[in-house]
């Protein structure tokens, strides 16, 4: 390709200017990491180990809600102990439990592309009521192919998946109103909408579009639905916050790359010295949908959820969403310069504050909302982005916290008027005070700190007590497991003027963000059984009388019953080659904690888990003939192993009827084999 010597200029330069930046950066890492404690032993306290000790048989205090990012999961520890209790799977196939693998948990992971068994889950969002954490509903992002998961709490299991159209990524989600009346997804990737999709990646400027969806929730159900998409400017969605007490009704969004760059984004999307922050008012956007200002789009997405009753998940295609378009509809959304490649946007417990943390700068601003009002009132803009009013950096901000570190990320809240904020490049946490912006303290995390986490730390009520880092790198803080090691989270205690590190404790997957809430508001609500009169499922056995093995063409349907020790029936005959055969075990405890599992040698999926109460399917195509064992996978007792049963499979053209029992002996029969 030729360059004329104007065009290589440019570029030589822009290239250097990158260079010279990140080599700064780099430099000042250095000097910050040779200031920094040589080890643990000189931030740890000498009663850490008390504090964070939970003796056998106590419960923690918080339930600590962690993202597993690329594993497509939850993960739920307590605190302060670090104690792993459960992994629930959401946007990933789960062999452990069977999701994504019984019939009826497979609609779960279905979407306008198909059946997709993965995703990448990176921010957790706790349900609220006025503001403060309310215990029923944790909220999840799927990344890959957008999408918002709903988990109920009663249950730890997820009860809802909704897709999101028009959207390219979804990081920026799910972030929550103060009232739970929405949950808010952002779109990572802009790309091309409509009719017209299908254009040179060159014209990104002119044809690439972002959105922010509204999803609304039941107040008592917590049913989804998007309720609007509001079309942005092609760029680039990080992270959100709602706004609360004065500034309830507007939701703050970072947003990077506003070079609009489609390659190369480490050099060509940090050109300029500020992004944004996307400041959209919600309430006047329910205004203008109310007076039928928007505009239905015609759009492919799937809606699955989960029934309780039935035990069965069922999905929807659906094909519009309503959009609103703030170039036309105006006093919607506003942008507010910020510094530089923005990831967190955080607003404080009172409302007033929106913290701003661009990845490339040496400083935090925190906007004030009230300057945000007079300024959009004295319409104190300098200029416009795609046809969004920019407001003054100056006539926005409340202050800028100077040279705190280096790589400021995300920022949560104590109830003390203070912030604690996560530095990637320096590899600390910085405390710091929210109106005066005085830096306090400063501890080091091991290594390269992403997100953060107080408990209620999001919320207008922090319960403070702990911060929680959730690092990228662990190098030498655990034994060695090969070439990836396992990712960490350190706990430091915030109950005084010092933070100080307590407990390292290792996480699944990849950690990004993490909530946590205390116990006492999520335990006493939790489900223990399921009651089987209550259960609806059209294939439920409620006793071991009521079993039965039906012929439905090529399929047979066997209505089956687990207890301790024996699986009813467990001798099953008249399977035939080339049938499709569905396993639908119905656990007939009523006991907490005493799941039933079931496996079948030569299934091609995994095994089931079936709560008590609850009754779960295992669909299986013998390919060959013969008798094959089954049995329960989940010890359950002191004969556990004797738990087991058969199933004959004869040739296709055979006639050996159905047969079942259990418990039944019979005398050997004269033929060997089927006729």
């Known amino acids: 390709m030729n360059f004329t010597s104007k065009h290589y200029d440019m570029k030589r330069k822009t290239i250097y200017r990158s260079l010279f930046l990140f080599g700064t950066l780099a430099l000042v890492s250095i000097l910050f990491q040779l200031c920094k404690p040589k080890g643990p032993a000189e931030v740890t306290t000498g009663n850490a180990a008390s504090q964070a000790y939970v003796a056998p048989g ?28 459960r992994i629930i799977p959401v946007f990933s196939e789960d062999p452990t439990s069977g999701y994504g693998f019984s019939e009826e948990t497979k609609p779960m992971l279905n979407t306008s592309h198909g059946y997709v068994p993965w ?52 990081h920026s989600s799910p972030f929550i109103t103060e009232n739970t009346e929405y949950v808010v997804a952002g779109t990572r990737f802009s790309v091309p909408m ?22 609304s929730v039941g107040k ?41 760059a489609y390659t190369l984004l480490e050099v060509n999307s940090t050109q300029k010295d500020k992004d944004f922050i996307m400041a959209v008012n919600w309430k006047k956007a329910e205004e203008y949908l109310a007076a039928g200002k928007g505009e239905k789009a015609k759009a492919k997405y799937v809606h699955n959820w989960y029934d309780e009753k039935t035990h069965t998940a069922t999905s929807e295609m659906l094909n519009e969403v309503m959009q609103l378009d703030p170039t036309v509809l105006k006093d919607m959304v506003y942008f507010i310069p910020c510094p530089k490649s923005p990831h967190g946007c955080d607003t404080d417990p009172s409302g007033e504050y929106i913290v701003g943390s661009g990845k490339l700068a040496a400083l ?44 400021p990320l995300h920022t949560e809240f104590d109830a003390n008027g203070n912030a604690y904020t996560s530095f990637f490049v320096s590899s600390e946490i910085v405390k710091w005070n929210v109106k005066s912006l005085e830096v306090l303290d400063r501890v080091p995390t091991y290594y390269s700190i992403g997100h953060l986490c107080v408990p209620g730390g999001p919320t207008r009520k922090p319960h403070g007590k702990y911060v929680i880092a959730y690092n990228k790198i662990t190098k030498d803080r655990y034994l060695s497991t090969g070439p990836e090691l396992t990712q960490s989270a350190q706990l430091y205690d915030i109950s005084g003027d010092k933070m100080k590190l307590i407990l390292d404790f290792p996480t699944t997957g990849e950690p990004h963000y993490a909530e946590a809430i205390p116990a006492s508001l999520v335990m006493p609500n939790s489900v223990k059984i399921f009651k089987i009169e209550d259960n609806n499922h059209p294939y439920v056995a409620k006793g071991e009388s009521k079993t039965n093995v039906e012929r439905k063409g090529n399929q047979v349907h066997i209505s089956m019953t687990a207890i301790r020790s024996h699986l009813t029936p467990d001798n099953i005959e008249g399977v035939k080659l080339g ?44 390919l060959t003939t013969g008798v094959f064992p089954f049995y329960c996978t989940d010890f359950c007792s002191a004969l556990h192993q004797e738990m087991q049963g058969y199933i004959r499979v004869s040739p296709a053209n055979s006639n050996i009827p159905i047969k079942f029992s259990t418990g039944k002996t019979e005398a050997p029969a004269g033929a060997t084999g089927s006729k």
């Open 364 to 407: 935090i601003p925190v906007f004030s909302f009230t300057k945000i009002q007079q300024a959009i009132a004295s319409k104190e803009f300098e200029g416009d982005f795609g046809g969004i009013p920019v407001i003054k950096y100056e006539a926005a901000l409340h202050g800028e916290v100077k040279k705190p570190g280096l790589g």
């Open 579 to 622: 049938d499709e055969v569905y396993f639908h075990v119905t656990n007939l405890e009523q006991d907490w904690d005493v799941p039933h599992g079931f496996a079948i040698k030569g299934a091609n999926n995994a095994e089931l888990l079936i709560m008590p109460g609850e009754t779960q399917t295992l669909k299986w195509k013998p």
């Open 220 to 260: 008592e159900d917590g049913k989804m639905k998007i309720a609007f998409q509001i079309k942005t400017p092609g760029v680039n969605f990080d992270l959100a916050r709602a706004g609360k007490g004065p500034s309830h009704g507007w939701f703050f969004f970072s947003c990077y790359n506003t070079e609009q």
């Open 119 to 170: 995703d990448d889950l990176h921010h957790p969002a706790l349900s609220t009521t006025n503001g403060e954490h309310d215990g029923r509903w944790v909220f999840g992002n799927a990344n890959n192919t957008p999408r918002v998961a709903r988990i109920d709490l009663k249950t730890f299991r997820t009860a809802e998946i909704i897709e999101l159209p028009n959207s390219g990524g979804n």
């Open 194 to 215: 409509g009719d017209k999709t299908d254009v040179p990646i060159s014209t990104y400027k002119e044809n690439f579009k972002g959105t922010i969806s509204f999803i």
């Open 58 to 85: 106590k419960y923690d205090e918080f339930y600590n809600f962690v993202s597993g990012g690329f594993n497509g999961q939850m993960n739920v520890y307590g605190l302060p102990s670090g104690r792993l209790f």
